[in-house]
Nanobody, 121 residues
């Protein structure tokens, strides 16, 4: 019903930047919060940043001042601008969206397939 497709991951040197994008498609009625999470090898998935439909943002302490989340509601797309990247930012980054669809009006969370971000020292 809903597909979240991420793009923009890759390999970058420490101090560099990357921009992740995630586009939602399908029988969407409404998208509430959207966000980015990450999971490093051997660790649990953790929140990176979220943004409400009204633009209110929330960040993990570890990325405040370096990462910026934004969204384009007309395109059902959320972005994550990552600056001053560190090796500890290396992880698979997952997009998340709370979506209401034509078949299931109740808000449900959907996840993307993940995109690898690797920061070399």
């Amino acid at each position: 019903q809903v597909q979240l497709v991420e793009s923009g991951g890759g390999l970058v040197q420490a101090g560099g930047s990357l921009r992740l994008s995630c586009a939602a498609s399908g029988s969407i009625v409404r998208i509430n919060a959207m966000g980015w999470y990450r999971q490093a090898p051997g660790k649990q998935r953790e929140l990176v940043a979220t943004i409400t439909s009204g633009g209110r943002t929330n960040y993990a302490d570890s990325v405040k001042g370096r990462f910026s989340i934004s969204r384009d509601n007309a395109k059902n797309t959320v972005y994550l601008q990552m600056n001053s990247l560190k090796p500890e930012d290396t992880a698979v980054y997952y997009c998340n969206a709370d979506v209401s669809t034509r078949l299931v009006l109740a808000i449900r969370p959907y996840w993307g397939q993940g995109t690898q971000v690797t920061v070399s020292s």
